[in-house]
């Protein structure tokens, strides 16, 4: 597993196109958080993963799995032990960019300090979790593991 | 050279950027100082006041111009004995929006005009000796929910990318402590 982070507007997209040089002849899946849609079961579905399989905006599947089931952290527990699961049966591997919201102000609204704190605690255990990780600036890497 | 810093409030950004291009001095310097911030309040006021007092008082005369918007009209007066300081970008982008009041959050079109402006501005400095442009960080705020916040800061995060992606030394100031993203410090 590869996790990507950074701030918003960053470049880690692009970054992480051009590390895995996913062009239009590469086949991988991407599952993007900021779509007008998601669904987390898609994230389960481990068997239309491709060879680079792609979690954009994992901040906000978090959101969603924070609000949908009170026992989240099972939930997101199992999920990250899927995708190990199908990692280690040498299908592939998984990218996860996170855009780092748990450096600004405190959140006056309570489900947004909820969010943050939530990402923080996903974040770490992703990256404890991960092979590699890196920070993305501006475009530009920074590989912390 | 073109120098890119960037770092929180009061990290020692502009400091630091002042004390780098004097570093920069050979004969026929001449040390341009660009800035772009309007006074709106008293506050403000002083901390003009503070940086212009560093300047006057450092052992080299600083040609000061006061730029708030239209950063390119400057560059047919500039020379490639020029070392230029811009502080900074931030408010440079916040001044070229809101020329147009709040409009420029509903208008695309408008928002990709000024980020274009800029960006050739910017480049028009580039013939000079060296070209140090100051930045603010900005990108970590979750609170994404207002549009305004939102557009300024998608903006304001791929000017950022376009600069380092061009610039030969960039800069990450951290409480003073430079770190050299891109290039190497002396």
């Known amino acids: 597993m590869h996790v990507v982070v950074g701030g918003a507007f960053n470049g880690k997209r692009k970054w992480v196109k051009k590390f895995y040089a996913l062009d239009d002849t ?44 009170a026992e989240w952290r099972n939930y997101w527990d199992m999920m990250v032990e899927a995708w190990r699961g199908w990692e280690k049966e040498g299908k592939g591997t998984i990218v996860v960019i996170g855009n780092d919201i748990t450096k600004g102000i405190v959140p006056v609204d309570q489900q947004e300090r909820l969010w943050r704190d939530a990402c923080g605690f996903c974040f770490q255990d992703l990256v404890k979790k991960a092979d590699r990780f890196d920070i993305i600036w501006y475009g530009l890497n920074e590989r912390l593991k | 050279m073109f120098t890119f810093i960037t770092g929180g409030v009061r990290s020692g950004k502009s400091s630091w950027a002042e004390r780098y291009v004097l570093k920069q001095r050979k004969k026929g310097s001449r040390f341009v100082y660009i800035a772009t911030s309007q006074p709106t309040d008293e506050e403000m006021k002083h901390r003009i006041f503070l940086h212009q007092k560093r300047r006057e008082q450092s052992d080299v005369d600083w040609l000061t111009i006061e730029q708030p918007t239209d950063i390119g009209k400057l560059s047919k007066t500039l020379t490639s004995n020029d070392l230029v300081l811009l502080d900074c970008l931030t408010t440079l982008l916040t001044n070229e929006l809101f020329k147009k009041n709040e409009d420029w959050v509903e208008d695309p079109l408008y928002r990709r005009f000024v980020f274009e402006k800029i960006w050739n501005e910017l480049m028009l400095f580039t013939k000079c000796a060296q070209f140090v442009l100051v930045s603010n960080e900005v990108c970590w705020e979750g609170a994404l929910r207002s549009k305004l916040v939102y557009h300024y800061i998608r903006l304001l ?27 190497e410090l002396e």
């Open chain 2, 157 to 183: 995060g791929h000017l950022h990318q376009r600069i380092v992606e061009r610039a030969d030394l960039a800069i990450r100031m951290e409480f003073g402590v430079p770190i050299a993203m891109k290039g």
């Open chain 1, 26 to 69: 590469a086949s991988y899946q991407w599952f993007c958080g900021y779509d007008e849609q998601i669904h987390i079961a898609d994230l389960f579905h481990t068997k239309q993963f491709e060879k680079i399989t792609i979690i954009e905006g994992i901040e906000q599947y978090i959101f969603q799995i924070m609000n949908q089931f």
